[in-house]
């Protein structure tokens, strides 16, 4: 018996991997969060599947549930939005999990910000103008940002930052990249991605918060901010040149 961490994709159902469509039709428990993960994905199970929806379980109850499947030998779908190596809450999962002797794996979505990038048709690294990109998140009602990555600090990189979880406190999220990007740098928010109800915000940061606001979004969004957002001359990639050693 093993627990399957499966990235269900950013919002729209068939943005699952064919991997993990596979492993969903087998699994006999699914545990999914109903506040995130599409219930579409739910026709996917096998019929007479146990479905348990993990929105208002705590961590030890959601444990609780992968131990009784394995002690009955039944594989175990745990659904988790996006992909499960970002913002998933998957590694306190795996601890326990290892501390009872459960096996387990990883299998990879489509995370939110390549969903955001696909609804802007934007590539996030663009030749000369950005190379990185900076995936993050703000402290507010949540654990604290360890030292070092406040937004103060990872704006002074001028990289693209791709803030997770911070919709609600977009006012503050200008206010802090403004002395780094500045008033004109492009910025983006990319609400409910891939979904029926996708909706796009494009801006600056002088207004983006205010657009944030008059949207009314506070959650299920991504922010992002910087220059290759507006880019438009640009050297061509080497990847395709001519003058490259073939």
């Known amino acids: 018996m093993t627990v399957h961490f499966i990235g269900a994709g950013p919002g729209a159902a ?3 991997t064919l991997r993990g469509a596979r492993l969903l039709a087998r699994c006999e428990v699914c545990l999914y969060a109903g506040s995130l993960v599409p219930t579409d994905l739910l026709a996917e199970c096998p019929p007479g599947a146990r479905l348990v929806d993990t929105a208002r379980m705590d961590l030890d109850a959601i444990t609780a549930e992968m131990v009784r499947a394995h002690g009955e030998g039944r ?12 913002f998933s809450a998957v590694a306190e999962q795996m601890r326990r999990l290892d501390a009872a ?5 990883m299998v990879p979505g489509v995370p939110a910000f390549a969903a955001a990038a696909a609804a802007l048709k934007r590539e996030l690294t663009v ?5 990185t990109v900076i995936l993050t998140r703000v402290a507010q009602q949540a654990t604290p940002m360890p030292p070092g990555e ?5 704006g002074a990189s001028g990289a693209l930052l791709v803030l997770h979880l911070a919709a609600r406190y977009a006012d503050r999220v200008a206010a802090e ?8 740098c492009p910025a983006a928010v990319v609400a409910m991605a891939s979904r029926d109800d996708e909706l796009v915000l ?6 983006i918060a205010d657009q944030v606001r008059a949207a009314g979004i506070t959650k299920t969004a991504v922010i992002l901010v910087g220059r290759v957002l507006g880019a438009t001359s640009f050297r061509d990639s080497h990847l395709y040149s001519a003058q490259r050693a073939r």
């Open 202 to 207: 494009r801006g600056t940061l002088s207004d």
């Open 127 to 131: 030749p000369t103008v950005g190379q």
């Open 177 to 184: 990249l403004l002395p780094h990007y500045g008033a004109d």
């Open 101 to 105: 002797g459960v096996p387990y794996e």
């Open 150 to 154: 406040d937004l103060a600090t990872l």
């Open 14 to 16: 068939d943005l699952i």
């Open 75 to 86: 594989d175990v779908a745990r659904l988790h939005s996006g992909d499960p190596s970002v």
